[in-house]
């Protein structure tokens, strides 16, 4: 049992974001059995797909075969799948296996118009709209501020923005609202800028990290949340993948690893099955990695 509840951690693995940037279509019932071990290893919450376009993301256009057979009598994990609109939204909520739904909002329009092909205005309809149908079918809303530390497109940023943001969020109903470094530049002293303002101003906020980082640069990133007091943290097990819609060089999801290197450096207890997250390694290894070397 961990002696110090301030440690406590949530870590959401995001299979998605790991696979959906790779070319070569993997079969379904390989994402199947590997998901179904991901299940196993005790994260707080698996992402495992997205109701999005199939012509821009075509890696997930199976994504309801996978939730009709995930294997959750093996589980305490939440499922979670993202959507880029209303109509992804009510797909999702069609599942009673769906607990969460992800949406990434931001608040530069260069990346709404790339990522969902939204203006900021239609985007924020499009929060209502699904926090709506979240409510109606038992469901929780997490919206991701996308482009959080920064915007590599000349847009307005500003810690005074995302208060803005944030305080419209939370009027919304919203309680769950991860920041997002998808290009990777964020540096740890503006994570430890924003999050420091953004959980005094919010304290009944749950804040994230959805971290994207080069080799060697995740470990003080991290540390730069943790000391904000974040809890939540996404991962990609290797540390596979990257956002396919950003208009630039894809930069990989912070590896599970990293964080499980940083939790065991600090004394932090993640209460999961290293048996089962080794088998999910060597998966990768056996089944995936033909289709990452085809990219």
């Known amino acids: 049992m961990n002696k110090y509840p301030e440690y406590q951690i949530k870590i959401i693995e995001t299979p998605r974001d790991g696979m959906q940037g790779i070319e070569s279509f993997i079969p379904t019932q390989q994402k199947i059995d590997y998901i179904n071990l991901l299940l196993r290893c005790g994260f707080d919450t698996v ?36 959507v ?25 329009p260069t990346f709404l118009k790339k990522n969902l092909n939204a203006t900021i205005k239609e985007a924020e309809k499009t929060v209502d709209e699904l ?21 590599p497109y000349g847009d307005e940023w500003s810690i005074e923005l995302l208060h803005i943001w944030i305080d419209k969020l939370k009027s919304k109903g919203l309680s769950i609202i991860p920041l997002s ?9 503006l994570i430890a800028e924003v999050f420091s303002q ?46 396919p819609m950003t ?26 099955k290293e048996s089962m997250l080794e088998q999910a390694r060597r ?7 033909k289709y990452l070397l085809a990219n």
């Open 283 to 289: 998966m990768i290894q056996k089944e995936f990695l």
């Open 84 to 108: 880029a609109n209303l109509k992804g939204g009510k797909m999702a909520a069609g599942f009673d296996q769906v607990d969460e739904i992800f949406f990434p909002f931001s608040t530069s």
């Open 198 to 243: 953004l959980t005094a101003s919010f304290p009944d906020i749950e804040f994230g990290l959805h971290l994207h980082a080069l080799a060697g640069q995740a470990h003080d990133k991290i540390d730069a949340a943790w000391q904000t007091g974040i809890r939540r943290f996404d991962t990609v097990i290797n540390g596979m993948g990257g956002c």
């Open 181 to 189: 470094d998808i290009m990777g530049d964020a540096s740890p002293e």
């Open 131 to 151: 926090q709506n149908l979240c409510e109606k079918n038992d469901k929780k809303l997490v919206t991701y501020l996308s482009m959080g530390f920064g915007d």
């Open 47 to 82: 992402e495992v797909g997205s109701f999005v376009s199939h012509k821009n993301i075509p890696q997930m256009k199976d994504t309801a075969e996978v939730l009709e057979k995930l294997d959750l009598s093996v589980t305490k994990s939440k499922i979670a799948v993202l």
């Open 247 to 272: 208009g630039k060089e894809l930069v990989g999801n912070l590896a599970l690893e990293t964080l499980l290197y940083y939790c065991a450096e600090k004394n932090i207890e993640t209460n999961l």
